[in-house]
């Protein structure tokens, strides 16, 4: 299926839902994050996920998704060389460690779709710097989510920035469209070249996502079916929002 055909625009009013999934899947990753510490397990964490979520009338968007076998937890939480897509579970975290964490929430018909990665304890400098870079690369690509810019305008800007910092992108895994479904269109490569593309206008919004590789571009699929992780171990970190393209300013909906 190619994610192209399936761009929906959204009115202000349907922003506005959008907005109110996005600040509690914001207050969900909130909880999680006061709760990481070494010697958490992750099965843990997405229970406090899982309880916020719908103690705010929302349900949580990855719970069931179909794939391999339907995703079986709230969050998607990925350790160290583990990328994306990383199950919960009776792992505990532990100092040294970094922590990506993904989660998504439905409200009122609209999902918000947000991450961040985070080191645990004390981490080396190497691990602090690749977080860094894909905080900011987040940061360089929501700047050119604007009308009038190209997708490949905020994929480029992202593709440069990391390589420029030595690391690399993925090319199986993209941000993309969000809105009644998890998964829209148009696509949102991690990697592209500037005025290429989808033309942005007003009442698009997607799910923008660098993932960042240490050592490779490649990935691979663990065994578990779902998790994602480099293809030679190296670190990555994930930093993900919902935006949407506007009339004026790019428009932070995960806040
Ligand atoms: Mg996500
Ligand atoms: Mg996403």
Redesign the pocket.
Known sequence: MSWERNIVLKSPAEIELMKQAGHINALALAEVRKNIRPGVTTAKLDKIAETLIRDHGATPAFLNYPGPFPYPATLNTSINEEMVHGIPGKRELKDGDIFSV?CGTVYKGFVG?S?FTVGIGKISKAAQKLIDVTEEALRLGIEKMRAGNHIGDVSSVIQEWVEGNGYHVPREYS??G?GRQMHEGPQMPNYGTAGTGLLLKPGITI?L?PMVLVGTHRTKVLKDQWTVASADGSLTAHF?HTVAVTEGDPLILTV
Do not use: M, T
């Open positions: 993904d779709d991450a941000g993309h969000v799910a996502e993900e």
